[in-house]
């Protein structure tokens, strides 16, 4: 029987951000989309931390995204099956997982209702042509283009 593996769940349109943008600039674009959280990507598309919502409502105008965001990572690999996506999310009460290929490079995020959907799916809840929900759309305009999903 073949496992089941992340790269059914995740989502590759995710709004990335920058670690020198301006905090209150990553605020607005989460607030544009509904998200708390968004990846932070180098200019290689490596992630290097999640910036939190909660972290930047500090009123502090010279506050960059790096000021706000956690290195303390918890991320599932391209291969990751889908039952330890669900294990790694509920032991760290995530709502989205980033997934990174073996370079470290963000290729996707998968969220809790990507699992629900997945399960749904496959238990007969909704058929597999059901249409997902809307992303969010890359965030090109908040840094130049570079050699990532994001």
């Known amino acids: 029987m073949k496992a089941d ?3 059914e ?5 995710v709004t990335c951000l920058d670690c020198d943008l301006l905090a209150s600039k990553g605020l607005s674009l989460l607030n544009a989309t509904g998200a708390t959280s968004a990846p932070v990507v180098d200019d290689n598309g490596v992630l290097v931390g999640v910036f939190l919502a909660k ?3 500090a009123q502090d105008e010279r506050l960059e995204v790096e000021d706000a965001m956690s290195t303390n990572l918890v991320v599932a690999r391209q291969h ?6 669900a294990r790694l999310m ?10 990174v ?4 490079r963000l290729i996707g995020v998968a969220s809790a209702m990507d ?13 597999a042509d059901a249409p997902r929900a809307p992303r969010a759309s890359p965030a090109s305009n908040l840094h130049p283009p570079r050699p990532s999903p994001c």
Do not use: F, K
């Open 5 to 7: 593996l992340c790269e």
């Open 9 to 13: 769940l995740r989502c590759e349109a």
């Open 55 to 57: 972290l930047a409502s």
């Open 80 to 85: 990751t099956t889908v039952a330890e996506v």
């Open 90 to 99: 509920a032991t760290h009460n995530l709502d989205r997982l980033p997934i």
């Open 101 to 104: 290929g073996g370079d470290g």
């Open 115 to 127: 699992l629900v959907r997945w399960l749904a799916q496959r238990t007969g809840g909704m058929g």
